[in-house]
């Protein structure tokens, strides 16, 4: 089942903070996170895993909470290029090979 | 980043007709996937690979099928293509299978049928 994002779109002047939340309504095991800018690919972010081990970005940090089955991305003293569109995908079993279940994304513009 | 192409990169078609868009990788990565990606949905699993010949169905497999004859290539194919079908297609590679691993994603096709 998808996972839900929220919020659906923030618009924040540069500098700003952000929180994206995704939730799951079965138990996760990995939560994955990407950036999407427009007309591109998805690009890697972070990697969360149960049990606490994470692996990703240096200026982006996040969370995950097992117990209520969702993830938030923090994104500090927002810069001019986060802009674009972050979407979690999750993984409810171990085993990292059959492919993540993404949320509908979240979008981000960064006003100067 | 691992070397993902895809082609063609866009196309365009008619209602019924078969059509086979191509992922090439040059990094030896095990796992392969196709996702689609529309409007307010996100990306959605297709079809993935875990060797060569190995393939499983993914959460909207219906009307897709897909191939691996070899390690760096993955085939998607639409049999007969239909408007629902319209949409941007994005390979995915992924070195082995452990959670602790990402997925990297090739450029897109972006896929209109009329």
């Known amino acids: 089942q998808q996972p839900v994002q929220s919020p659906q779109a923030v618009i924040l002047r540069e500098g700003e903070d952000a929180v994206i939340n995704c939730s799951s309504s079965k138990a996760l095991y990995s939560v994955h996170w990407y950036r999407q800018k427009h007309g591109e690919a998805p690009v890697f972010l972070m990697i969360l895993l149960k049990g606490g081990e994470q692996k990703g970005h240096d200026k982006i940090s996040a969370s995950f909470n097992e117990k209520k089955q969702q993830s938030s991305l923090y994104l500090t003293a927002s810069q001019l290029s986060y802009s674009g569109t972050y979407f979690c995908?999750?993984?409810?079993?171990?085993?990292?090979?059959?492919?993540?279940?993404f949320g509908k994304g979240t979008h981000l513009i960064i006003q100067p | 980043d691992a070397g993902i192409t895809q082609s063609p990169r866009h196309k365009v078609t008619e209602t019924g007709t078969p059509v086979t868009l191509r992922c090439h990788q040059t990094?030896?990565?095990?796992?392969m996937y196709w996702y689609r990606q529309d409007p307010g949905h996100g990306l959605r699993l297709i079809h993935y690979?875990?060797?060569?010949?190995?393939?499983d169905k993914g959460e909207v497999s219906d009307g897709y099928s897909v191939s691996r004859s070899k390690t760096e290539d993955f085939l998607l194919t639409l049999e007969s293509a239909t408007s629902s079908q319209t949409s941007v297609y994005f390979c995915a590679t992924q070195p082995t299978a452990s959670s602790y691993n990402e997925q990297f994603f090739g450029p897109g096709t972006r896929l209109t049928v009329l």
């Open positions: 990094e030896n990565h095990r796992y």
């Open positions: 690979s875990y060797g060569v010949k190995d393939t």
């Open positions: 995908g999750t993984e409810n079993s171990g085993g990292g090979a059959d492919g993540l279940t």
